[in-house]
C-alpha cells in the first residue's frame, strides 16, 4: 500500500495531475474491497471500476498529459 502511495506521488510531480492510486490483485482470494482508503479490485473488475469514476482531467489536460508519458516511455 505504501509503494502505491509513494508511486502515485511520484506521478502526481511528473504529470501535474492529481493521481490516486488502486490496488489490483491477480491471483487469490480478495477479502475485503479496501486497504485503507485504496479500493482493492480483481483485474475483471478495473475497467467498470474507472468507468464509473467522475471525470478528472479536461480533455486538453489529458491530452496533455499523454504527450508527456509518450515522451517519458520511448
Known amino acids: ?3 502505491a502511495w509513494r508511486q502515485a ?3 502526481r510531480e511528473l ?7 488502486l490496488l489490483v490483485f491477480v491471483g487469490g482470494r480478495l477479502e475485503g474491497r ?3 482508503r485504496l479500493p482493492v479490485l480483481p483485474p475483471e473488475e478495473v475497467g467498470a471500476y474507472l468507468r464509473g469514476l467522475p471525470a478528472r482531467l ?3 489536460e489529458a491530452q496533455r498529459v499523454s504527450k508527456l508519458l ?3 516511455v520511448r
Open 1 to 3: 500500500m505504501r509503494q
Open 9 to 11: 506521488h511520484k506521478l
Open 15 to 21: 504529470l501535474g495531475v492529481e493521481v490516486e492510486p
Open 34 to 36: 479496501r486497504v485503507g
Open 58 to 60: 479536461s480533455f486538453t
Open 70 to 72: 509518450e515522451g517519458r
